[in-house]
């Protein structure tokens, strides 16, 4: 039987049509592509954590981002500006990353702690970067005044409702500065030295700091270690720690995307005298960024622009992304090879696009970029893989959260928007928590030109997750000319009502700006249904959530 007469076969019988939005009776029609949900195939819980961010001291993340002191005419609590606050409560924001990146392994934590006036002022990691828009003024953003140290930063995720995840100095500091750090955090009251300390800043009560980060890219700006030179130090980092209690999660410094040998490596070190040092995780890194179809693989001049891009850089980009399902594959089978019961999970502790260049909202702001629609298909495609390797993936971190790679959120003194990006974690915040369940997606691949060769890339994707009698089903079309007409079926129930959220342009470089904060942004409609297929079309370029309530 062909596809096509096989998919007409699977709509006879009464399914019900939702076209972009609209929703009608219909009888057997032929679609261009299938979802099939199965029902009895769950895969594991979706960790909230899949749903974590990033914060760095680099350009304007912290200074001019979340930090604005409290003297500041921007709205603020206690320093940390308000806005970003209320938006991380709305999308459920569950850990967030501190305080690197590569700033990490230059960081004394004891410079961020104690009275804010006598705290030092340190040349900033990101000094010399080559990245620097021209005439970047001096400031926090290069000389460091540590107004933003451990209590702020903790108070922020309180304040946001997410939980922290700190990463230690392995480069520059030692082990005992390390475990000082926990003890700073997590003493009970009263304790310690340090935790007098705390109090003193306020914090009488330990902050319970449960996620550890030894190192950051011990590869590169983290130490430039080989992964068995790593391996010793991240023994050495483990070998004691104070815990007050508290199970804490270990995480490992892992590999640049393909860098299979990094993990192999450093497992085979590992194993050699048993154990895994009390690792919770191993922390993946993989940015999307070379736009050359394989013309350079130059750091510098593989990268593209955020927003005035060819359309093939929209192909290339997106393909980066997808990149991500099978960086996942084979760095789990090979610590399968060492660690059979797969007691350590996989971490994508950094991801996102990472463009040219250029499109910084402030010139302080180094590696600020905008975000298009492009941007949001990469976040809602790459989540979806996470979803879909819910078993292995236990957190994951996007980076930067405000003006910086792909953000969240621009700001700049008192302007501040949501970027597409935000969108996407708004409408897939919905999965968190939930049962992943096995998702097929039959589609066609897409055709494009680049470098005068023909190229293709994954076409319709997506994933669902279960939530009582609630499924949630995300699906990206990245096809920027077509819709595409999807059966979707769910074997082992039948459907009640569906709730769409679309987020979508009509032009592929549509972005938000401070001029036009909402160029872009969610559109949401409803319909009754029933039968257990139901026929939708997913408009060009477009991010899809569908609430889907089982009979
Ligand atoms: O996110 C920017 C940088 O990218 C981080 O500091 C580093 O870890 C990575 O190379």
Redesign the pocket.
């Known amino acids: 039987m062909k596809r096509r007469e096989f998919i007409k076969t699977g709509l006879a019988g009464g399914v019900l049509a939702l076209t972009g939005g609209r929703f009608a009776a219909q009888e057997a029609r032929m679609a261009d592509a299938r979802i099939e949900i199965l029902l009895d195939e769950p895969i594991g819980r979706i960790a909230p954590e899949i749903y974590g961010h ?1 914060v ?1 001291h ?1 350009g304007g993340v912290v200074y001019d981002g979340i930090w604005v002191g409290e003297d500041s005419k921007v709205p603020n609590v206690g320093g940390v500006r308000q806005a970003i606050v209320e938006a991380m409560k709305r999308i459920k924001a569950s850990v967030i990353r501190w305080p ?5 392994d230059s960081y004394n934590w004891r410079d961020g702690v104690g009275p804010r006036k006598g705290r030092p002022r340190r040349p900033n ?2 000094i010399d970067a080559r990245e620097w828009p021209k005439g970047a003024p001096d400031g926090p953003w290069k000389y460091d005044p540590n107004h933003f140290g451990t209590d702020e930063f903790l108070r922020f995720c309180q304040l946001s409702g997410a939980q922290p995840y700190l990463a230690a100095n392995v480069r520059s500091l030692t082990a005992r500065d390390f475990y000082e750090w926990v003890d700073y955090c997590n003493s009970p009251a009263g304790t310690t030295t340090l935790a007098e300390m705390r109090a003193a800043a306020g914090q009488p009560a330990p902050w319970n700091v449960r996620y550890w980060g030894v190192g ?2 011990s590869w ?3 130490g430039g270690f080989t992964p068995e030179e790593y391996a010793v130090e991240y023994r050495r980092f483990m070998e004691w720690v104070p815990r007050y209690g508290l199970n804490l999660a270990f995480i490992g410094s892992g590999p ?1 995307s393909g860098d299979l040998s990094w993990s192999r490596r450093f497992f085979g070190r590992l194993a050699e005298k048993g154990g895994f040092g009390r690792m919770w995780g191993w922390g993946l ?1 993989h ?1 999307s960024w070379n736009v050359t179809g394989g013309r350079t693989n130059d750091w510098f001049e593989g990268k593209g622009d955020a927003v005035k891009y060819p359309r093939e850089e929209w192909y290339e980009l997106l393909s980066e992304a997808n990149r991500m399902e099978k960086l996942i594959t084979d760095h789990w089978a090979i610590m399968g090879e060492f660690d059979r019961q797969h007691r350590v999970k996989l971490l994508v502790d ?1 991801w996102g696009a ?1 463009y040219k260049p250029g499109s910084e909202v402030h010139n302080s702001h180094l ?1 600020g970029q905008q975000a298009t629609i492009r941007d949001s298909l990469l976040a809602g495609l790459t989540l979806d893989i996470f979803h879909r390797h819910a078993d292995k993936v236990a957190m994951a971190n996007i ?2 959260l405000v003006n ?2 792909q953000s969240l959120f621009l700001a700049h003194e008192d302007k501040f928007i949501l970027t597409p990006t935000y969108h996407v974690f708004d409408m897939y915040a919905a999965h968190q928590g939930g049962q992943s369940i096995r998702t097929n997606v039959s589609s066609s691949p897409l055709k494009y030109t680049i470098n005068n060769r023909p190229a293709t890339m994954r076409g319709l994707n997506g994933s669902a997750s279960l939530h009582d009698r609630r499924m949630v089903l995300t699906v990206t079309n990245p096809d920027p000319n077509a819709s595409v007409e999807t059966e979707v079926t769910i074997y082992g129930a039948n459907v009640k009502e569906v709730n769409v959220t679309t987020l979508t342009a009509k032009d592929i470089h549509v972005h938000n700006d401070f001029d036009n904060p909402r160029a872009i942004e969610p559109q949401t409609s409803q319909a009754a249904a029933k039968g257990r297929a139901l026929v939708y079309s997913f408009a060009p370029a477009s991010v899809t959530r569908l609430q889907i309530t089982l009979a």
Do not use: P, R, T
Not at 100 to 104: D, E, L, N, W
């Open positions: 990033f760095e680099l690197g990146g590569c700033f990490a990691f990101w950051n890219e590169g700006c983290g640049n890194h940015y950094e990472w590696l980076a930067q910086c790679l």
